[in-house]
């Protein structure tokens, strides 16, 4: 089968591969939709976690291919998306609701080869059937969206919470319509692109700022007391730094974009100390996979529109070294 394969940090290529058979229980997709996630990109880059070779890609939809002999619940020809979360099951953190933190962690496309190739081999445990109802593309993005959830359920909002934003791509818009849904009074919005920004806005901000204009903007004038809620979705050091001198009294930090790997930021700790700060991590998904799929199934969340276009496999190289269009959004791979 044809794939493409990260070979090295900035190498790679479209290559024949073998076709993945499923084990006893697995299941093998063809893929249709894989969506390209900023992940993938430090991947080619030599900034995640990451062995090579690797046909990266974990944001995927598609059709059953073949099953395994243990396999009763999926048939050939079912229309399907995958958790790419591969727990151990057994460990201290598997076994007290932290998969996430498993300490033999993998995922499709990350540590293991993944979807951007014609087939893609996944535990059955870890299939979905979709509607008729949802497109390839919406269910490409299920995966990204459990990602939110389980930003969410980390970050605990209180409705009414005044919430600041930085960051307006893919991730930053589901993370709006998150945010709203979840009752936040107020959700200012901060991003380089109008587009983005104008998008945020129809979406659930209630306020946008473009990042030239955050000093002026988001003085201590206009806002004395800071914000109840500050989220990065930029997961850039620079953008982090300037972050956190929003964060009001007994305010809530969650680093959801994804840094390079020995990125630092400077953090006073006794403002840590003295202002009741809560600082939060929210790494990939924790069993949020399913609550992100029917959040999107009974169109609670929108995503079709963060979709900005299509590109072949072969196009995909070039995607990865960039320069990339600061203006799209979602873009995904269509086989």
């Known amino acids: 089968m044809k794939a493409l394969v990260i070979e090295k940090p900035n190498q790679a290529v479209i290559k024949e591969v073998p076709y993945p058979k499923p084990g006893p229980n697995d299941v093998t997709i063809r893929v249709k939709n894989i969506g390209i996630c900023g992940t993938d990109i430090h991947i080619f880059l030599g900034e995640f976690i990451s062995p090579y070779p690797i046909i990266p890609g974990h944001e995927f939809s598609g059709v059953v291919e073949e099953v395994g002999e243990n396999v009763t619940e999926y048939q050939v020809g079912d229309r399907v998306t995958a958790d ?31 979807s951007m190739a014609e087939f893609v081999k996944v535990p059955s445990s870890n299939v979905v059937k979709i509607p008729d109802t949802m497109n390839f593309p919406e269910a490409a993005f299920i ?17 009414g919470d005044r ?13 709006i319509q998150s945010v709203k849904m979840a009752g ?15 998008m945020a806005l129809k979406w659930g901000a209630t306020k946008v700022v473009t990042s030239d204009n955050v000093s002026d903007e988001l003085s201590d004038e206009h806002y004395p007391n800071g914000f109840d809620v500050v989220i990065d979705a930029t ?37 840590l100390y003295n202002k009741d700060w ?58």
């Open 84 to 114: 790419p979360s591969l727990f151990c099951g057994h460990c201290e953190f598997c076994l007290t609701n932290r998969g996430n933190q498993c300490e033999n962690w993998g995922a499709l496309g990350n540590t293991v080869d993944g």
């Open 143 to 159: 995966e990204p969206m459990a990602c939110v959830v389980h930003g969410m359920n980390r970050l605990q909002l209180q409705v």
């Open 163 to 175: 919430v600041l934003l930085f960051g307006a791509g893919a991730m930053g818009q589901q993370l």
């Open 184 to 198: 936040a009074s107020e959700l200012v919005v901060v991003d380089i692109s109008q587009d983005k920004l104008d």
């Open 235 to 271: 997961g850039i050091p620079k953008v982090i730094e300037q972050a956190f001198g929003f964060l009001g009294k007994t305010a809530k930090y969650l680093q959801f974009g994804v840094t390079p790997i020995g990125s630092t930021v400077p953090l006073d700790p006794f403002r």
């Open 278 to 335: 809560t600082l939060i991590g929210s790494m990939a998904i924790n069993h949020t996979f399913y609550p992100a799929f029917h959040w999107v199934k009974e169109g609670r969340i929108q995503l079709n529109h963060l979709i900005s276009k299509e590109i072949s496999l072969e196009e995909t190289i070039d995607y990865l070294k960039g320069p990339r269009d600061p203006n799209n959004l979602k873009v995904q791979i269509k086989i």
